[in-house]
């Protein structure tokens, strides 16, 4: 006979529900790996060889990628790319990790191409010495690389995505449901319905022949240069503001007021016009005293670090004190080969007149090699 129901609280009864939760978490986290001299790669590793990525970090454990322009088999010699993340050597020992891996082809926007992106199922044991690197032997056709607009100039670049599972956890809760949804803050969506609305703006801007008004409490909120220029004298007598800026082109003005009031870049950049845009806004980040732009922009042009940008970059960064943007410039230029080319791109010359030590050290480098 299966057990009776429960029978209903009475008034007589202390009527007790309790809860608890069994909770699976994840931590995720994506590198991209830029491949750039692509046709070089394939004549420096034939098939069956690679070469590492530097070493990242995601959920406490560092990894990199294995890449394998040719092919990691000679069943997999028709690919160009075999591709695999792997736990670093020091690493494989350690407490095992469970992750699922996701490798993308980007287009020229940044964006994953769907016909290009491969999944792995959930691996339990990331970190057996026989099996620690886990991706696609297969994984993108030479043919289908060459022929398609991804391969730009010689390069390429490939996202991973790794998800951690977390260990399980169990906790108690309160058995009450919960009454309110917060929602995210939306402040940033309504400070740029405020910017666009110019309603309430008591400040004019006249930029490049172009003109903006906005909200001097805005921008004396995110920017010190601001706060001075726009409490001061100039002000007195409760005249609205007239500002004229000549050093700045329109466009990245435009781009300025947006992250002030909504804490964020322009969404639609191909690559080219974010590493111009983000050169531009290094700059007036700097005149405005606003750190996180700087930063924001010093994060996104070391992607950026071409033979044909670098020198200008490295200026940039030397001009406007950008450690770890400098860092980055460095790290590219370590190759001799891509000194030299660097040393005849356009945009060298002006890296020598504006930074003539940092020149003389490289200079001296490139003849040392």
């Not at 994840?26 to 590793?45: A, C, I, N, P, Q």
């Not at 075999?82 to 050597?89: A, D, K, N, R």
């Not at 322009?266 to 007036?284: G, K, R």
Request: aromatic share 8%; net charge negative; proline share 6%.
């Amino acid at each position: 006979m299966p057990p009776l129901p429960a029978p209903p609280c009475t008034t007589a009864d202390v009527c007790t529900t309790t809860r608890s939760a069994i909770v699976a978490g994840t931590v995720t986290g994506h590198h991209l790996l830029d491949v750039e001299g692509y046709s070089r790669t394939k004549e420096l590793f034939p098939n069956g060889t690679y070469t590492n990525s530097l070493p990242f970090n995601v959920g406490g454990r560092s990894w990199h990628i294995s890449f394998y322009p040719n092919g990691r088999s000679p069943g997999s010699a028709d690919f160009v790319v075999s591709i695999f993340l792997g736990l670093e050597v020091d690493q494989i020992c350690a407490e095992p990790v469970a992750a699922w891996v996701q490798f993308s082809l980007l287009d020229r926007a940044g964006k994953p191409v769907p016909s290009h992106s491969r999944a792995t199922e959930l691996h339990a044991r990331f970190h057996s010495t026989d099996g620690f690197a886990f991706g696609f032997p297969h994984f993108i056709k030479r043919a289908d690389l060459e022929n398609s607009e991804h391969l730009k100039d010689d390069r390429f670049t490939i996202r991973c995505d790794i998800t951690i599972a977390k260990k399980l956890r169990k906790e108690r809760r309160r058995a009450s449901s919960r009454f309110v949804d917060v929602p995210p803050s939306d402040l940033y969506q309504h400070l740029g319905e405020l910017l666009a609305s110019k309603e309430g703006a008591d400040v004019t801007f006249h930029v490049a022949g172009e003109t903006f008004q906005a909200h001097r409490g805005v921008l004396a909120s995110r920017s010190p240069v601001f706060r001075a220029e726009l409490f001061g004298p100039m002000t007195e007598g409760g005249a609205a503001a007239v500002v004229e800026i000549d050093d700045m082109d329109g466009q990245a003005f435009r781009a300025l007021l947006g992250f002030v009031y909504t804490d964020a870049l322009p969404e639609d950049m191909t690559p080219e016009e974010e590493a111009v845009m983000c050169q531009h806004l290094l700059v007036a980040a700097d005149r405005y005293g606003m750190e996180r732009l700087k930063l924001v922009c010093e994060d996104r042009l070391c992607r950026h670090v071409t033979v044909g940008s670098a020198a200008t970059i490295l200026a940039l960064a030397e001009q406007h004190r950008c450690h770890g943007l400098k860092e980055a410039c460095f790290q590219f230029l370590e190759s001799p080969a891509v000194l030299h080319a660097v040393a005849a791109a356009e945009g060298f010359e002006h890296l020598a007149r504006s930074c003539p030590s940092l020149v003389k050290d490289l200079i001296f480098k490139i003849t040392d090699c």
